[in-house]
Nanobody, 126 residues
Framework: VQLVESGGGLVQAGGSLRLSCAAS????????IGWFRQAPGKEREGVSC????????YPADSVKGRFTMSGDNAKNTMYLQMNSLKPEDTAVYYC????????????????????WGKGTLVTVSS
């Protein structure tokens, strides 16, 4: 199982970025997928979570209305569309998966997922 994030970079406040999470070794169909982030000097926090089976998203309050998860099953890739970015969104962003399709509904954006990528850096300038 391997997850590789991409799409990070430098963007001005108010701008948008789309992060990708490419999976190999399994398919997203029956998994729960989460996005997390860790800002400099801070603990890692959950951003959003989705069940591939049910399609329901569970965004954190800090990103609600601005960040949206989506997926491309043909490419086995999940995305995090980030709009109206703020300097406080600056962080390393990680995707993670769990083989429990009910994970998000039961635990929210919790960090106990099974597999993790290595992250991609997003920097939002003011």
């Amino acid at each position: 199982v391997q997850l590789v994030e991409s799409g990070g970079g430098l963007v001005q406040a108010g701008g948008s970025l789309r992060l990708s999470c490419a999976a190999s070794g399994f398919t997203f169909d029956e998994y729960s997928i989460g996005w997390f982030r860790q800002a400099p000097g801070k603990e890692r926090e959950g951003v959003s979570c989705i069940s591939s089976r049910y399609g329901t998203q569970y965004p954190a309050d800090s990103v609600k209305g601005r960040f949206t998860m989506s997926g491309d099953n043909a490419k086995n890739t999940m995305y995090l569309q980030m709009n109206s970015l703020k300097p406080e969104d600056t962080a390393v962003y990680y995707c993670a998966v769990d083989d429990d399709p009910n994970y998000c509904s039961q635990y929210g954006v919790s960090e106990d997922m099974d597999y993790w990528g290595k992250g991609t850096l997003v920097t939002v300038s003011s």
